[in-house]
C-alpha cells in the first residue's frame, strides 16, 4: 500500500469479500482525533458520531479493563476525560460537515428505534427489525466479556445517569 489511508480501503475490501457485505463499517472511538485525515482521504466515508454524558462514560469504563490499557498509571482517570474531551472537540471542529452524523447515546438509548432510524436514513441504507433484536446483535464473542454484559439485552435508558448512584 502506498499510504494508511490505501492500506486500510484494502483491508475493508478483503474483509467485505470474505462475509459478503456492501458495506464496511468500523468502530474505533479514538478516529474521532483524525477526523481532518478521515475526511480528506475517505471522501465517500460517511461517519456515525456518538457522544456520551462523561460521567456514565467514565463509570462504564470502569467495568472494561481494556479501556484503560495504554493510560498512563499515575492519573488514568484524568487521561481518559482528557481522550474524551478531545474526541469531543475533534467532532465540533467539523459538526457542519454532512458526512458527520452527530447521535446522543442518552437519546439512542431512550428511543432506539428513531434514533437508529434516523442513522440508517443518513447512511443511505434501510432500517431491518433484527437490528434491534439483542439475539442478533448480542451473538458475538465482545458480548461475553466483562463490563460488555448489556450487548445481550435490549437496548433501554437503564444506565443513563446512573452516574449518580456510584460516583460521588
Not at 447521535?103 to 428511543?111: K, P
Request: one cysteine or more.
Amino acid at each position: 500500500s502506498s499510504s494508511v489511508a490505501d492500506l486500510f480501503d484494502g483491508f475493508a475490501r478483503a474483509r467485505k469479500q470474505e462475509v459478503g457485505a456492501s458495506i464496511f463499517l468500523e468502530k474505533t472511538t479514538v478516529h474521532a482525533l483524525r477526523l481532518n485525515y478521515i475526511l480528506e482521504h475517505f471522501p465517500r466515508g460517511k461517519m456515525v458520531f456518538v457522544v456520551r454524558d462523561p460521567r456514565d462514560c467514565f463509570r462504564s469504563a470502569k467495568n472494561n479493563p481494556g479501556v484503560w490499557n495504554g493510560l498512563p498509571s499515575e492519573d488514568p482517570l484524568g487521561a481518559y476525560l482528557e481522550t474524551w474531551k478531545r474526541c469531543v472537540w475533534g467532532y465540533f471542529n467539523h459538526r457542519d460537515s454532512s458526512r458527520i452524523c452527530l447521535v446522543q447515546y442518552e437519546d439512542f438509548c431512550r428511543n432506539p428505534e428513531e434514533e437508529l432510524g434516523r442513522i440508517m436514513d443518513f447512511l443511505e441504507l434501510n432500517l431491518e427489525p433484527q437490528q434491534l433484536d439483542p439475539s442478533m446483535y448480542g451473538q458475538t464473542k465482545v458480548s461475553k466479556r466483562r463490563g460488555l454484559r448489556r450487548l445481550d439485552e435490549a437496548i433501554s435508558a437503564e444506565t443513563v445517569g446512573q452516574w449518580k448512584e456510584t460516583l460521588d
